[in-house]
């Protein structure tokens, strides 16, 4: 004997909605802790170095809260000399320019540095270099050091405003930015 075919109510039923959506890739430097670093008085007043750059102290800005959220990423530093505004023909003995050392650190170990050469006329004031890659995403302090002031071939400094300035660039190294 055959069995009726019973249609049965269907009483439930499930469907699944995919969520998608991205993250993109960035970096942020974390606002610096001073604007602007002014060292004062570049050069002795008296004694016997009277004219020569005086001893500057090592100088710091921080970075807090930086960040890239992806791994590859690289930090870069430009310097430029420290330069008088004076573009006057330069005499003997007497340069225009004092180089420093930036070094910025808390991203990668060794920190990255560019140490500025300039020529005492203030000829090739910039330099740049790129530290290693950071392998994963990462949030970080940066402090940014400048130090190691020099006078290229201790020459007495020319009167007037000097300027100079760091670039910190913090990119994926496949950007094409390094």
């Not at 004219?51 to 890239?68: M, Q, W, Y």
């Not at 270099?129 to 071939?153: E, F, H, I, K, N």
């Amino acid at each position: 004997m055959a069995t009726p075919c019973v249609a049965m109510a269907q009483d439930s039923d499930t469907k699944t909605v995919p969520i998608t959506g991205t993250v993109a890739r960035i970096c942020v430097l974390g606002t610096p802790s001073q604007t602007n670093i002014d060292l004062g008085g570049l050069i002795n007043v008296s004694g016997p170095r009277v004219g020569h750059l005086a001893v500057i102290t090592p100088r710091s800005v921080n970075l807090p809260g930086s960040f890239c959220n992806f791994a590859g990423s690289a930090l870069r530093v430009s310097a430029t000399a420290l330069v008088a505004a004076d573009a006057s023909a330069l005499q003997t003995g007497f340069a225009r320019v004092v180089n420093y050392t930036a070094t910025t650190t808390g991203w990668t170990t060794p920190g990255t540095a560019a140490a500025t050469a300039a020529t005492e006329a203030g000829a090739s004031p910039t330099t740049a270099s790129t530290g290693a890659t950071q392998p994963a995403p990462r949030l970080a302090d940066l402090t940014l050091t400048l130090a190691s002031y020099a006078v290229p071939s201790d020459r007495l400094l020319v009167a007037g405003a000097y300027s100079g300035q760091v670039v910190i660039t913090l990119a994926p190294v496949a950007s094409g930015e390094f």
